[in-house]
């Protein structure tokens, strides 16, 4: 049975003056899916999830939620809520009266709002918060009133935009798994612009990376760490180790190392092969093409981030501060786990 498409954007572009800020994109969102924007400072993101909520118009191309094209339609009339980095909260208002206000505007009775109230800050652990104000409760306590708030109207698509963003780590992974785990209870269709990949490995079914206003890849987290389509990619989506290299039948060649060739690398011929660092350990004993010097050391608490020298080549890996404790100068065999290589279709 084919999934329904939720939300689509197609051939939506979008020019502030004469910069065209989006360019040409097709999205199709399936039903109870989140997909996470993800890209670098004004790759356009925000102007998607913008447009998506009525926020912005498309200077081009068509918006559908629910299958009905809603491009000219305003927020209002798009069933959805928005949960923004801000909280936006309002001061003035108890948190009950905050989570009821979309309720209140619907012309709700008193008597169901002050129920589904209680329901909706119990489900993001704020039960019994409803007498209490902006000002007595953490950022973190905040930022669950803004999503019970967005939760209690249960709309057709729900949109973040950088919701975590202003909370500290420790806080930031726990609301992440709160989030993702009210998304997935509710089944909302959802889009989550951030800037922050772990972050968006964490909430998302689907990853779309966008630079200057197109989509450069899309897919499941791992599809993309473990398989990206470009130097762009690579670069971006963790750092990657970029390697000219020989494909032969059975094998790859790097500098003279020979290692398995994956199934889905080229058969034959010349490329780029790229290699996460986590893909990379260091031993005594080795091949003299595998032998490398330390360059760079820095302590990072479970781990060792080491920069070595390998062919004349800078190579970035990270060592298990339990098992080695690498110092700069010394000499040592790296060994490359093929579980950790990709190929791209652009040379070095």
Known sequence: ???????ELRN??????????????????????????????????????????????PTGGQILIDGEDVTHRSIQQRDICM????????????????????????GVPRAEIKTRVKEALAMVDLEGFEDRFVDQISGGQQQRVALARALILKPKVLLFDEPLSNLDANLRRSMRDKIR?????????????THDQSEAFAVSDTVLVMN????????????????????????????????????QQDSVDIYGYRLPKPTHFAAQGTGT????????????????????????????????EVIVEWHGQRILLQVNATRLQPDVGDSYYLQIHPYGMFELAESV
């Open 1 to 7: 049975m084919t999934q329904k498409h939720f939300v």
């Open 12 to 57: 939506v572009n979008k020019q502030f003056g004469s910069n065209t800020v989006i360019e040409s994109i097709n999205l199709a969102i399936p039903q109870g899916e989140m997909v996470s924007l993800l890209g670098p400072s004004g790759c356009g993101k925000t102007t998607v999830l913008r447009l998506v909520a009525g926020l912005e118009k």
């Open 83 to 106: 949960v923004f980095q801000s909280y936006a909260l309002f001061p003035h208002m108890s948190l009950g009266e905050n989570v009821g206000y979309g309720l209140k505007m619907l």
């Open 181 to 193: 785990e009210l998304q997935k209870q509710f089944n909302i269709t959802s889009l989550y612009v």
């Open 212 to 247: 200057k206003g197109k989509i450069m890849q899309m897919g499941s987290p791992q599809d993309l760490y473990r398989q990206p389509a470009s130097r762009f990619m690579a670069s971006f989506m963790g750092d990657a180790n970029l390697f000219p290299a020989t494909f």
């Open 273 to 304: 092969v790229g290699v996460r660092p986590e893909a990379i350990t260091l031993g005594e004993h080795g091949e003299e093409s595998q032998k490398c010097v330390i360059q760079h050391v820095a302590y990072m608490g479970p781990q060792y």
